[in-house]
């Protein structure tokens, strides 16, 4: 019963995405969603030295060189989401938050971090990778 509720729910949000995402056009939107969903984590050894390029990978991807803080995001299909937080004892776990993508320009996405909305251009997604530019915090 549960796999038949997440169909159900990842085809309204893939229908949702879907008819937000087209310019008017009918053409076929470049971001899809359902490579969005799973668990990223930043890889920032493989970004340009110079620029604002953030760069995700699956989190099975490799094995990441160790690092003090390694951000992870968590996306799930119904718009919910996880993200690595670093506290202030610098204890590392995962916080609820939520995530859309915008409903003029289906290439930002939004992510809602507590008190915090960051925003996102997506210039690459596909299942292996995720490229994005950090456009502002509301």
């Not at 949702?16 to 969903?37: H, R, T």
């Not at 930002?108 to 210039?123: C, F, N, P, S, T």
């Not at 990778?129 to 915090?137: C, S």
Request: glycine fraction near 4%.
């Amino acid at each position: 019963m549960r796999l038949f509720i997440n169909f159900i729910l990842f085809s309204i949000l893939t229908f949702s995405a879907c008819s937000f995402l087209s310019d008017g056009d009918d053409s076929p939107s470049e971001i899809n969603v359902e490579e969005l969903i799973q668990h990223w984590v930043h890889s920032y050894e493989e970004e340009p030295q110079e620029g604002d390029i953030n760069i995700y990978r699956p989190h099975n991807y490799k094995e990441f060189p160790p690092s003090r803080f390694r951000m992870q995001y968590i996306f799930d299909v119904d718009g919910a989401c996880k993200w690595f937080y670093l506290a202030p004892d610098d204890g590392h776990h995962f916080k609820p938050g939520k995530w859309q993508l915008d409903a003029q320009d289906s290439e930002i996405l939004i992510i809602e971090q507590d008190e915090q909305v960051m925003r996102y251009h997506i210039m690459e997604l596909n299942k292996e990778v995720l490229r994005m530019t950090f456009i502002d915090t509301k």
